[in-house]
């Protein structure tokens, strides 16, 4: 491919101009995915009636939860603020209804409308201290839209679907925002908002604003690395535009083939630059060392092409290889990410071998004075390979004995790494510098959690929603669910039959059926089934890790059991967004995790393979585990577990890191057809291939390690965990990688030796 750019260059550049037109029309195509379900969309029975509610039952999907607290909540002044603000959310173009302790009523007389629990005007003296008594006692907004303290109280608006799905998302949150603080203003009240239409307009907030800094930020640190060593800015250019050629290229051909950005997506262009940077270095770096040295230029990058190329098309195939891997998960959203990054390698890698060679004979000129300013002056450089040269000479002094330190580290990293548990919170998806997460964890606090969990009841057929066993069921689970520790703030059809039979002492359907149709669409929505053929009793829960949460689902089902067994005809599933992820989260992260394993068990006998050595396989093992095993144990010690950011960096980590050990194998493999001592032959590879292994390992953990800027917390774990495992990986190449190549090396040398003196013998 590289070739093709010598022999054609203005062909080639026409071409790939064309291109990157087409990347850059692709790139605007792109849409950002921002569910909060997204991690968990697969073909599992459990998310497909997960699906089933949430198309059947849309409230919670388009609730935007107000939460307001402070000490005057339950004064006088504050209650009048507070009804002006109930009244103006509903005004809000792209909303349904509310609900808040406004909502509440007080009981029907002589079988008239009930009068609202708060009269209009508020009475005043001890008429007031009466009502608010009456509000603490009051069962339905008690404990659910009134903390315990009656210093919080709760808002629920419900958006219009049609209206966020069209795209009016940011509009209607930034109208409500404005109307929240303008009817609060002087009050002396928090307020903060909350719920999954926030939720996703933060993350796609944060997922376009970090995409523009960390991309930038990391790009500006590849290219003054590169223009710090190479000294030319024409140098700088053949080794940074390739990158953000393949960046534009690579997300333009995800746009043209509709992937949409989200939270693991969103890290794919500074995976991008990062693959493409590394071996845009290492061409660069080894055309340049052939331009000192005499070549014209076609001949340093035909020349660079031969020695440095196989082991950039072997650095993307290993990389190709982490991303293959994740193809195999469970989740939409990792095989998405798993395939996006298998065409964004493919795309990079042909990138960089036409575009180095083809920028390198467009931009440089006068080679020979070129040659004869840059003899003595890599000072930078030098400095970096009498470092490598220092590191070679003592790892292959007593290479059995750093090879036994190193096969002693890994074990033991391995088992901090081997306790590592799963780990997942739905907070950890959301940027945790906003509103939102503030939010919600207030609501943990005084009402017992934002997160909902839902019951979903399936009528048979033939049976009605007023059936008496159908009120008979849905009662029953009812109280299951009010039982279940862990579970609060649970409403269904039976909190207004309770209500019903508690304060008018009835319990006729007649009346319950009466209530209902008194009651808004958008409220019997969340309940009852548009066809009356479904019910959900919905309860809240805390935003707790999933291995928590588990016990208190899986428990919950259990009890739910008996329900099913007097109720046969009827469909109970224990779903939300919730349950999905307490179910699937530890499930999804294990076998990510022995993914991870077979990866790199696969990955080795492929370079191998690549080398026709089953030595070089074994060398590739240790090196490659190292990273690995000690991020993990890092991860252990820090009390972080396994997440999913943190076992995707560390696959796709794998596959980055390897490209240093390729690279040096590569070298290594041309300097032992020179020198039969296998020592010399490490040493030297070592010093020809260490500067340009150090710089580019150094633009790989900067590259990754810009992803600390993120506000989303995933996103941070994987980039500054990918960086870690880049320097890891750079320390494993120095000082694990050279011993135990020249062990085996050693040993494969004296099996041969007997096996040639046996042969002799005979």
């Not at 930020?217 to 024409?234: D, K, P």
């Not at 020979?368 to 970096?384: C, I």
């Not at 906003?434 to 934002?450: C, F, M, N, P």
Request: glycine share 6%; hydrophobic share 50%.
């Amino acid at each position: 491919m590289g070739f093709v750019a010598l022999r054609f260059p203005l062909a080639t550049a026409v071409v790939f101009l064309l291109l990157l037109v087409a990347g850059a029309v692709g790139f605007a195509r792109l849409k950002v995915d921002d569910s909060l379900s997204q991690l968990f969309r697969s073909d599992t029975p459990e998310y497909q009636t997960y699906e089933e509610v949430t198309r059947r039952f849309p409230a919670s999907e388009y609730d935007v939860l107000v939460v307001i607290d402070g000490g005057a909540l339950l004064t006088r002044p504050s209650l009048e603020k507070l009804r002006n603000l109930a009244i103006d959310l509903q005004l809000v173009d792209g909303t349904r209804g509310l609900i808040s302790i406004f909502s509440a009523r007080e009981p029907p007389q002589n079988g008239g409308v009930p009068a609202p629990l708060f009269p209009q005007p508020l009475p005043s003296g001890e008429a007031y201290k009466a009502l608010i008594d009456r509000v603490m006692a009051n069962e339905i907004i008690h404990g659910k839209l009134l903390s315990d303290d009656g210093r919080l109280t709760l808002m629920v608006l419900a958006l219009d679907p049609a209206a966020v799905d069209g795209g009016k998302l940011a509009n209607i949150i930034g109208e409500v925002r404005e109307t929240v603080n303008k009817d609060l203003a002087g009050s002396g009240l928090n307020q903060q908002l909350s719920g999954v239409p926030v939720m996703q307009l933060e993350i796609r907030n944060a997922i376009e604003r970090d995409r523009l800094i960390y991309n930038t930020l990391g790009f500006a640190a590849g290219c003054l690395i590169a223009i710090l060593f190479f000294r030319r800015v024409s140098f700088m250019i053949i080794a940074a535009a390739p990158p953000l050629a393949a960046i534009l290229m690579a997300l333009g051909a995800l746009g043209w083939l509709d992937f949409r950005l989200n939270m693991f997506l969103n890290v794919m262009t500074p995976l991008i630059m990062v693959i493409s940077f590394s071996d845009s270095m290492q061409l660069t770096f080894a055309a340049r060392d052939r331009l000192i040295a005499g070549e014209d230029k076609v001949t340093a990058f035909r020349n660079a092409l031969y020695v440095v190329g196989p082991a950039c098309v072997l650095t993307h195939a290993t990389a190709a290889i982490s991303f293959i891997a994740l193809t195999f998960s469970r989740s939409d959203l990792i095989r998405a990410f798993g395939e996006a990054g298998l065409i964004a390698v493919v795309v990079a890698m042909v990138t960089v071998l036409v575009l180095v060679p083809l920028l390198g004979l467009l931009l440089i000129r006068h080679e020979a004075r070129f040659a004869e300013s840059m003899r003595g002056m890599d000072r930078a450089l030098d400095v970096l390979r009498r470092v490598c040269e220092w590191i070679a000479v003592r790892m292959v002094s007593r290479p059995g004995l750093y090879s036994l330190i190193a096969l002693v580290a890994v074990g033991l990293l391995s088992a901090g790494y081997t306790q590592l548990v799963p780990r997942y919170r739905l907070a950890d998806q959301v940027p945790d510098r906003e509103q939102a997460v503030a939010a919600s964890q207030r609501l943990d606090a005084k009402l017992t959690g934002a997160n909902p969990i839902d019951v979903l009841i399936e009528l048979p057929a033939g049976k009605s929603l007023y059936d008496p066993e159908t009120l008979a069921a849905i009662a029953d689970v009812h109280a299951a669910v009010q039982r279940q520790a862990g579970v609060g703030n649970v409403w269904s059809l039976e909190t207004l039959r309770r209500w019903l039979t508690e304060k008018l002492q009835k319990s006729d359907v007649a009346t319950l059926k009466e209530y209902v149709d008194l009651l808004p669409s958008y409220l019997t929505r969340r309940f009852i089934s548009a066809k009356q053929d479904a019910v959900i009793v919905s309860g809240r829960v805390p935003d707790v890790d999933a291995s928590k949460l588990l016990p208190v689902i899986q428990t919950l089902d259990k009890q739910l059991d008996a329900v099913r067994a007097k109720y046969p005809g009827y469909k109970i599933a224990v779903t939300g967004l919730s349950a999905i992820a307490a179910r699937n989260s530890a499930i999804m992260i294990d076998r990510l995790s022995q993914a991870l394993t077979i990866e790199i068990v696969f990955v080795a006998a492929f370079i191998g393979l690549a080398f026709q050595s089953p030595i070089v396989m074994l060398v590739s093992i240790l090196p490659g585990i190292f990273p690995i095993v000690l991020a993990g144990s890092l991860l252990w010690l820090l009390g972080l577990g396994l997440q999913f950011a943190s076992v995707i960096a560390l696959t796709v980590s794998f596959g980055l890191g390897l490209s240093a050990t390729i690279h040096f194998l590569n070298r290594l493999q041309i300097e032992d057809a020179i020198d039969a001592d296998a020592s010399v032959g490490v040493e030297r590879a070592t010093v020809l291939v260490g500067p340009p292994l150090i710089l580019t390992s150094a633009v790989l953990a900067c590259g990754l390690a810009m992803t600390v800027f993120s506000s989303l917390p995933s996103l941070r774990l994987f980039g500054w965990l990918s960086a870690f495992s880049m320097i890891a990986a750079l320390f494993a190449d120095l000082f694990i990688l050279r011993p135990v190549a020249m062990y085996l090396s050693q040993v494969a040398r004296r099996f041969q030796h007997r096996t040639l003196a046996g042969r002799r013998a005979r």
